[in-house]
């Protein structure tokens, strides 16, 4: 049993419905629609930062945001928090993998996708927070086509001269300009790496499930790891192109997308390589993060005849 907000007595489920290496989830027992997060170690320093969080929330419904802390009956101390419990949702690998996806998806389906994550980025960025460990993952996609982000209380922050970072990771979605981590303790990062983050998701979304960064050489002795790739800029896209570097075969090919959406991708991958602030900014459509699509965006992703608009 632990106290909520207004000392009102939790209880949690006998066993953890889930966790990681920072803590675990429970469900509650007579609220159906949170779960509880425990940390392992819940510092002072830790329950600061979740208060902020509670405080401080972005706009929007697409975010598993942390909702009030909870503490030790006996002390007073906090042992974790309360945030929304997301029903019957896969993580977004499951629409990224052709071979995975439910049969009802098709263009107009994963473009959605890719306008709500845009649009829920964009409403974290616009409180001046970075994701720092935004990856398929942590983002799930409800049986109704609502993505929701999750795994929140790591985001990173400054206020009052303090920075509270986001201490975890995905190397295959972290930018060339911090490949150089052992760890992600220890330094702040930035929102440029959160459009890098987004855009291999978006990527990943619309061309088959393949990693912007994963290709082949024509020489074998030269394959690099994934994060060798993103380290050195070997794009398989690049103008002119990367010497003996090509695409893989098992993928639609960039240029199917409309022209639009590949220039998009060559700003974040090709001239935000070396330039962060090159990659393409995010923004939120009118109606907020929970909206589905901008109202001017068509269904189709590819090159050829629109089919109409994006489903309301």
Same mark, same amino acid.
């Given at each position: !049993?632990?106290?909520? /907000?207004? @000392?009102?007595?939790?209880?949690?489920?006998?066993?953890?419905?889930? $966790? $990681?290496?920072?803590?675990?989830?429970?469900?509650?027992?007579?609220?159906?629609?949170?779960?509880?997060?425990?940390?392992?170690?819940?510092?002072?320093?830790?329950?600061?930062?979740?208060a902020y969080l509670? @405080? @401080?929330?972005?706009?929007?419904?697409?975010?598993?945001?942390?909702?009030?802390?909870?503490?030790?009956?006996?002390? =007073?101390?906090?042992?974790?928090?309360? !945030?929304?419990?997301?029903i019957d949702a896969?993580?977004?690998?499951?629409?990224?993998?052709?071979?995975?996806?439910?049969?009802?998806?098709?263009?107009?389906?994963?473009?959605?996708?890719?306008?709500?994550?845009?649009?829920?980025?964009?409403?974290?960025?616009?409180?001046?927070?970075?994701?720092?460990?935004?990856?398929?993952?942590?983002?799930?996609?409800?049986?109704?086509?609502?993505?929701?982000?999750?795994?929140?209380?790591?985001?990173?922050?400054?206020?009052?001269?303090?920075?509270?970072?986001?201490?975890? =990771?995905?190397?295959?979605?972290?930018?060339?300009?911090?490949?150089h981590l052992k760890?992600?303790?220890?330094?702040?990062?930035?929102?440029?790496?959160?459009?890098?983050?987004?855009?291999? !998701?978006?990527?990943?979304?619309?061309?088959?499930?393949?990693?912007?960064?994963?290709?082949?050489?024509? %020489?074998?002795? /030269?394959?690099?790891?994934?994060? %060798?790739?993103?380290?050195?800029?070997?794009?398989?896209? &690049?103008?002119?192109?990367?010497? =003996?570097?090509?695409?893989?075969?098992?993928?639609?090919?960039?240029?199917?997308?409309?022209?639009?959406?590949?220039?998009?991708?060559?700003?974040?991958?090709?001239? $935000?390589?070396?330039?962060?602030?090159? &990659?393409?900014?995010?923004? &939120?459509?009118?109606? =907020?993060?929970?909206?589905?699509?901008?109202?001017?965006?068509?269904?189709?992703?590819?090159?050829?005849?629109?089919?109409?608009?994006?489903?309301?």
């Amino acid at each position: !049993m632990l106290l909520d /907000k207004v @000392n009102k007595l939790v209880e949690l489920s006998p066993k953890a419905v889930d $966790g $990681g290496k920072e803590g675990r989830i429970f469900t509650l027992a007579n609220d159906p629609a949170r779960v509880a997060k425990l940390h392992k170690q819940f510092t002072p320093r830790l329950a600061d930062k979740i208060a902020y969080l509670i @405080n @401080n929330r972005p706009e929007g419904p697409s975010l598993a945001w942390p909702e009030c802390l909870l503490l030790d009956p006996t002390d =007073g101390r906090p042992q974790g928090f309360v !945030m929304p419990r997301v029903i019957d949702a896969y993580d977004l690998s499951k629409f990224t993998n052709p071979l995975r996806r439910p049969p009802h998806v098709d263009d107009r389906f994963l473009l959605s996708l890719a306008c709500q994550l845009a649009a829920v980025v964009a409403a974290v960025h616009q409180r001046q927070y970075v994701l720092g460990d935004l990856h398929p993952r942590n983002t799930l996609v409800t049986a109704r086509g609502v993505l929701v982000l999750v795994d929140l209380d790591s985001v990173q922050f400054t206020v009052g001269g303090v920075t509270y970072l986001c201490e975890v =990771g995905r190397a295959e979605f972290t930018p060339r300009e911090f490949q150089h981590l052992k760890g992600y303790s220890s330094t702040a990062r930035t929102r440029e790496a959160d459009l890098f983050a987004l855009a291999v !998701m978006l990527f990943q979304l619309l061309l088959g499930g393949a990693h912007p960064f994963s290709g082949v050489f024509a %020489d074998p002795t /030269k394959a690099n790891r994934l994060r %060798d790739c993103i380290r050195l800029g070997l794009w398989p896209y &690049r103008v002119p192109p990367v010497p =003996g570097l090509s695409p893989p075969p098992h993928i639609p090919p960039l240029d199917g997308l409309r022209p639009e959406l590949q220039e998009l991708f060559r700003q974040c991958f090709q001239q $935000g390589h070396q330039r962060p602030q090159a &990659r393409p900014p995010t923004r &939120r459509p009118s109606g =907020g993060a929970g909206k589905r699509c901008p109202p001017s965006a068509t269904a189709s992703v590819r090159n050829g005849p629109s089919p109409g608009p994006c489903p309301p």
